[in-house]
């Protein structure tokens, strides 16, 4: 059994670590100003959103982003929608799975 | 099953989950080492890649400030999308801290079947149809759409999830998605505070019953404590 990448997956832990743990770790991190806080507050709802929207927007095929038009949009909208609606996240992923695991297995996604 | 295919042994694929414990970033280092990327290039396109998790963080940090050091420091290793989505939305929904709920998140929804998943997909890779035939490849997005629609409350959080998506995608598709996550991140809570303060009383203080209901499902009632602050849902 080679064991050689081990060394390299410690150094992208050493790539990793401290941006996940700097802000988590700094002393005195409550003492920063309240516009700070209202900053971080909006923080959560933009980079959600962000990871939604790039993750069924934008595909990277040979290195290179391109724009993504697809059922996935739908399915996401889907889940968006029953989510607000019926205050349900689990409710929202099961229909938004169904409906691209059935678009996809009919050939029109 | 990746891992596997770019010649992995089985003891390095694990290696990579645990203590690198990051999708996107493992999943690149894979095409990496295929490609013959050289260690120190991967070295800074893996901080590149996760340099949004200093938003998660900083996001988090306010709510975990009374958590001990030491418990932080590994709560900072167990830090991932997921961990981040689920947390972040259950603190704002109950209006407190709930370290509990951090861990569940980051090890029982996350850690462990990950590591699962990783031993599952070296052993058996090949016998594994790919998920996308299953519609599985949509779980991450619509998730994390679910939860950032749990997550707004007014106005400006509106604005900054539509300008977080918006510059999200601008950006990934002129540099790359990993810079376009983070400028996201960035610039979208920046116009969600451009809009004047929603009218009505100032928000609540984070952790106080009022701040609880702002975020609370129909139904949900909390108890006042001694101290004013929430208590757990009933």
Same mark, same amino acid.
């Given at each position: 059994? #080679?064991?050689?990448?081990?060394?390299?997956?410690?150094?992208?832990?050493?790539?990793?670590?401290?941006?996940?743990?700097?802000?988590?770790?700094?002393?005195?991190?409550?003492?920063?100003p309240?516009?700070?806080?209202?900053?971080?507050?909006?923080?959560?709802?933009?980079?959600l959103?962000?990871l939604?929207?790039? #993750?069924?927007?934008?595909?990277?095929?040979?290195?290179?982003?391109?724009?993504?038009?697809?059922?996935?949009?739908?399915?996401?909208?889907?889940?968006?929608?029953?989510?607000?609606?019926?205050? #349900?996240?689990?409710?929202?992923?099961?229909?938004?799975?169904?409906?691209?695991?059935?678009?996809?297995?009919?050939?029109?996604? | 099953?990746?891992?596997?295919?770019?010649?992995?042994?089985?003891?390095?694929?694990?290696?990579?989950?645990?203590?690198?414990?990051?999708?996107?970033?493992?999943?690149?280092?894979?095409?990496?080492?295929?490609?013959?990327?050289?260690?120190?290039?991967i070295?800074?396109?893996?901080?590149?890649?996760?340099?949004?998790?200093?938003?998660?963080?900083?996001?988090?940090?306010?709510?975990?400030?009374?958590?001990p050091?030491?418990r932080?420091?590994? *709560?900072?290793?167990?830090?991932?999308?997921?961990?981040?989505?689920?947390?972040?939305?259950?603190?704002?929904?109950? %209006?407190?801290?709930?370290?509990?709920?951090?861990?569940?998140?980051? *090890?029982?929804?996350?850690?462990?079947?990950?590591?699962?998943a990783?031993?599952v997909?070296?052993?058996?890779?090949?016998?594994?149809?790919?998920?996308?035939?299953?519609?599985?490849?949509?779980?991450?997005?619509?998730?994390?759409?679910?939860?950032?629609?749990?997550?707004?409350?007014?106005?400006?959080?509106?604005?900054?999830?539509?300008?977080?998506?918006?510059?999200?995608?601008?950006?990934?598709?002129?540099?790359?998605?990993?810079?376009?996550?983070?400028?996201?991140?960035?610039? %979208?809570?920046l116009?969600?505070?451009?809009?004047?303060?929603?009218?009505?009383?100032?928000?609540?203080?984070?952790?106080?019953?009022?701040?609880?209901?702002?975020?609370?499902?129909?139904?949900?009632?909390?108890?006042?404590?001694?101290?004013?602050?929430?208590?757990?849902?009933?």
């Amino acid at each position: 059994m #080679n064991g050689s990448l081990v060394i390299l997956a410690l150094l992208m832990f050493a790539a990793t670590y401290p941006s996940r743990a700097l802000p988590l770790l700094a002393p005195g991190f409550e003492r920063l100003p309240r516009p700070v806080f209202a900053y971080l507050r909006l923080v959560g709802p933009a980079i959600l959103a962000a990871l939604a929207a790039v #993750n069924v927007m934008v595909v990277t095929a040979d290195g290179r982003p391109t724009f993504h038009v697809g059922m996935e949009w739908l399915a996401v909208l889907v889940c968006l929608g029953l989510t607000v609606w019926r205050r #349900n996240l689990l409710v929202g992923l099961v229909a938004a799975v169904g409906l691209t695991a059935i678009s996809r297995a009919l050939g029109i996604a | 099953m990746s891992a596997q295919r770019a010649g992995f042994s089985p003891l390095e694929a694990i290696a990579f989950s645990t203590i690198v414990f990051a999708g996107a970033a493992q999943f690149a280092a894979v095409g990496y080492v295929a490609g013959g990327v050289a260690w120190p290039v991967i070295f800074l396109l893996t901080a590149l890649l996760n340099a949004r998790h200093l938003l998660y963080s900083a996001a988090l940090a306010p709510w975990l400030r009374d958590v001990p050091i030491g418990r932080r420091a590994v *709560i900072a290793h167990l830090l991932t999308d997921e961990a981040f989505a689920l947390t972040i939305a259950h603190f704002a929904r109950a %209006g407190r801290t709930d370290e509990r709920g951090y861990w569940l998140a980051a *090890i029982g929804s996350t850690f462990i079947p990950w590591n699962l998943a990783t031993i599952v997909g070296v052993l058996a890779g090949q016998e594994i149809p790919g998920p996308e035939r299953f519609g599985l490849d949509v779980v991450f997005p619509a998730a994390m759409i679910g939860l950032a629609a749990g997550l707004i409350a007014d106005r400006r959080d509106v604005v900054a999830a539509a300008t977080g998506a918006a510059v999200g995608v601008l950006v990934s598709l002129a540099l790359s998605p990993s810079v376009g996550i983070v400028a996201g991140g960035l610039l %979208g809570p920046l116009a969600g505070l451009a809009l004047p303060s929603p009218a009505g009383p100032p928000p609540a203080e984070l952790g106080t019953v009022r701040s609880a209901e702002g975020f609370s499902m129909p139904g949900t009632h909390y108890e006042q404590g001694d101290d004013g602050a929430g208590e757990a849902p009933r």
